[in-house]
């Protein structure tokens, strides 16, 4: 990176960096909460972690506006909490509570926080990246300034869904940032199984589309490269692509380490480990500020939980509701 | 008040299109060549002009990413109509269909809705084969979520394109490419045509004939070869296929206690068999038959693909036949063809 300037928005400031930290450590302990209790069978959904990854989702979220909008994939704890969305209405979508910020119908896949622009996600991989791009349309033709940011995996980016949007949103100059975390892996299966080529950002940058790679997924840097980002998108800039490359130290779904099975060994998890986001920035806070937001954590996910607990089981006639959408239609014009 | 104006159901299309993106600004139109001088047979001739390039557009080639879109953008506040010019195309949209727009609603509980419209073109006519004739608008039945209408008439495409882009949810909008340059009373007001009322367009106390899309033409016509033999028919067009007036084709066949339910499409798992089954279920003792694409794939061949649809003869012939078992009867192909003339103008 260039030598910081004076007043540079990239630069974190002592308020940014206990921000972050507030955010990668919230996802941590989350994801650590919601793993712990997975065995109780009270979540009844299959869970996605992304213990390990959360530096993408906060890098990107951190400097969006709660105007700007976010579409994540089933692997979406991260984003969907990077991007505020609440902890209780989270915890209780994944107990299938009516409380639940998809009143108990969408579970962990499905999350969805429309009061801070945090579209739905989807369980079918690539589906989010088009609608994410619809969401961008609209920013741009009802002129809103905000911008979207679509979430994706690796094995997203296979899907033709991907290169179509790539091609749209270059073309229309549509306010998408495009992040791919790549983690290397679908399911259980490697890139090097699937790509005739790692030069993603190349394949991205012949659409037009400029295109960076994080190497460590380093959450200044992604933070960086968004901030900057977002300020060419709302200045009528097209499309940006993020490659941040990451890992997956949990399994693919579920609670569990699956070092034992044989598919990769742990040897790049304890690489992974010694630089872990939550641990560096957490590390470039005073001690105090440190156990103030570590103990407001705790107390935010105690009360979470609890409140998904206590929260009533949907009522059997919700089995029905919210089908159709109501008749409910004012024209608008002048947009 | 009647109206006395008749326009064609392309140019009722295009009104309809036209006045509910007057009335509101969300509204945009988008799909393969929307904007070029072809217009889309005509059906959006003029909207590039009247709204400008911002809110009518072509795509690329791209069905799957931009039913994402109208999704994407429908959830975020605007009302896309996405045209694709046939059917057959919408296939590889159907990621996007049946697993975002049909589901975002109930699956985000609630949290956020999906106003959009699909039109796609079906259709007959002169060797389009395999790939480019199919009525798949069962398969979108089957989906909860979605809802499917398939206007038989110029009146009824204003009229449904209307209240389909004012509605709150994915509408998968048929249209047959045969009716397009068919006439009918149109108002010139906006007007809806509701949803799930079945329509009576014809009264006899014989047999009950019930058409889907262009199949309300062949029933009308089917019924005046069956006059000649002194049997009467009521034609009944469902107008939406979902919702379905199931009561009201209930009680126009227990009217009669004769059902034939021609659709413009596969028998299998199709409309007909949703009607058949639900009047089964209701304990019917109606005499029913299904009529639809035959059970294969349709040929270019004209001496193939005429055996492939229904026609008034053929549905003639099946309703003389559940009347009258074992008469043989084969209509006049002269009058079968004059009979080819006919369509519903209306009144509504
Ligand atoms: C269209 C589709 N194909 C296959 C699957 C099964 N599947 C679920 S997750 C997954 C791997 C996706 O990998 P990637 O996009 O890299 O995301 P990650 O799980 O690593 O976050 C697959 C193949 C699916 N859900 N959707």
Redesign the interface.
């Known amino acids: 990176m260039s030598a910081p300037r004076p007043n540079d928005p990239t630069q974190p400031t002592a308020d940014d960096l206990r921000r972050l930290y507030r955010s990668l450590r919230l996802i941590r302990r989350v994801e650590e909460e919601v793993a712990r209790v997975y065995p109780t069978d009270k979540i009844k959904s299959p869970v996605h972690l992304s213990i390990g990854q959360e530096a993408v989702a906060v890098g990107v979220c951190d400097p969006l506006e709660t105007r700007d909008?976010v579409?994540p994939t089933y692997r979406g704890h991260a984003a969907y909490l990077a991007k505020g969305g609440s902890v209780p209405a989270m915890i209780a979508e994944l107990y299938g509570k009516a409380t639940?910020?998809?009143?108990?119908?969408?579970g962990s896949m499905?999350l969805?926080a429309?009061e801070v622009n945090v579209?739905?996600a989807?369980a079918?991989v690539g589906?989010t990246?088009?609608?994410?791009?619809?969401?961008?349309?609209?920013?741009k033709?009802?002129r809103t300034g905000a911008v979207v940011a679509v979430f994706l995996g690796d094995g997203a980016t296979e899907e033709?869904?991907f290169y179509?949007?790539l091609?749209?949103a270059a073309?229309h100059r549509l306010p998408v940032l495009f992040v791919m975390e790549n983690n290397g892996l679908a399911i259980h299966t490697g890139t090097e199984k699937r790509w005739a080529t790692d030069r993603i950002c190349e394949r991205v940058e012949t659409y037009g589309i400029p295109a960076q790679r994080f190497p460590t997924s380093d959450v200044i840097d992604i933070r960086a490269a968004t901030i900057e980002a977002i300020a060419a998108m709302r200045d009528g800039g097209g499309p940006h692509f993020l490659e941040c490359v990451t890992y997956r130290w949990r399994e693919h779904v579920g609670p569990g380490y699956d070092y034992d099975q044989g598919y990769r060994d742990d040897s790049a998890y304890k690489e992974w480990q010694a630089r872990d986001q939550v641990e560096l920035i957490g590390g470039r806070l005073t001690d105090t500020d440190r156990d103030a937001i570590d103990a407001a954590i705790e107390t935010e996910i105690a009360e979470a939980f609890a409140f998904a607990e206590d929260s009533p089981w949907p009522e059997p006639d919700r089995l029905y509701?919210?089908?159709?959408?109501?008749?409910?239609?004012t024209?608008?014009?002048?947009? | 008040m009647t109206d006395t104006r008749t326009l064609t159901y392309v140019n009722a299309l295009n009104e309809g299109m036209r006045q509910a993106m007057r009335?509101?600004?969300?509204v945009?139109l988008f799909g393969l060549d929307v904007d070029d001088h072809k217009a889309i047979q005509g059906s959006t001739k003029g909207l590039v002009e009247e709204f400008g390039a911002?809110r009518v557009f072509t795509?690329?080639l791209?069905e799957?990413?931009?039913?994402?879109?109208?999704?994407?953008?429908?959830?975020?506040?605007?009302r896309p109509i996405h045209t694709h010019i046939r059917m057959d195309f919408l296939m590889l949209g159907m990621?996007?269909l049946v697993?975002?727009a049909s589901k975002?609603?109930?699956?985000?509980?609630?949290?956020?809705?999906?106003?959009m419209v699909v039109r796609s073109m079906i259709g007959k006519s002169w060797g389009q084969g395999a790939q480019h004739s199919q009525g798949l608008h069962a398969l979108f039945m089957h989906i909860?979520?979605l809802?499917v209408v398939a206007p038989s008439n110029a009146h009824d495409a204003k009229g449904l394109m209307i209240a389909a882009v004012?509605?709150?949810?994915p509408v998968m909008f048929v249209e047959h490419r045969l009716l397009y340059p068919t006439e009918a009373f149109v108002e010139e007001a906006p007007f809806e045509v509701p949803f799930g009322k079945a329509r009576v367009i014809r009264e006899g106390g014989d047999v009950t004939l019930v058409g889907v899309s262009n199949m309300v033409n062949e029933c009308l016509r089917a019924a005046e070869l069956l006059q000649e033999e002194g049997i009467e028919a009521t034609v009944l067009d469902p107008v939406s296929l979902i919702p379905l007036d199931y009561d009201r084709i209930a009680r126009e066949t227990d009217k009669t206690g004769n059902l034939i339910v021609v659709d413009n499409g596969w028998t299998c798992c199709g409309a007909s068999a949703e009607i058949l089954a639900d009047l089964a279920e209701r304990g019917t003792r109606a005499k029913m038959k299904r009529m639809g694409f035959a059970p294969t794939t349709c040929p270019t061949s004209p001496a193939l693909e005429a055996l492939f649809y229904p026609n008034p003869a053929t549905i003639a012939q099946a309703a003389h036949e559940m009347l009258r078992p074992g008469k043989t009867y084969s209509p006049d192909p002269e009058r079968a063809k004059l009979a080819y003339q006919v369509a519903f103008k209306g009144p509504f």
Do not use: W
């Open positions: 909008y579409s639940g910020c998809a009143a108990g119908k969408g499905h969805i429309p579209m739905g989807s079918v589906t990246v088009p609608t994410g791009l619809g969401a961008a349309f609209a920013q033709r009802l033709g869904a179509e949007s091609n749209f073309l509701a919210d089908l159709y959408a109501d008749r409910d239609f024209p608008v014009r002048g947009v | 009335e509101d600004e969300r945009f911002e795509t690329p791209s799957d990413a931009m039913t994402g879109l109208a999704i994407g953008a429908a959830v975020s506040g605007m990621n996007q697993n975002m975002y609603h109930y699956m985000y509980g609630g949290a956020a809705s999906v106003p909860p979520g809802k004012r509605d709150n949810n």
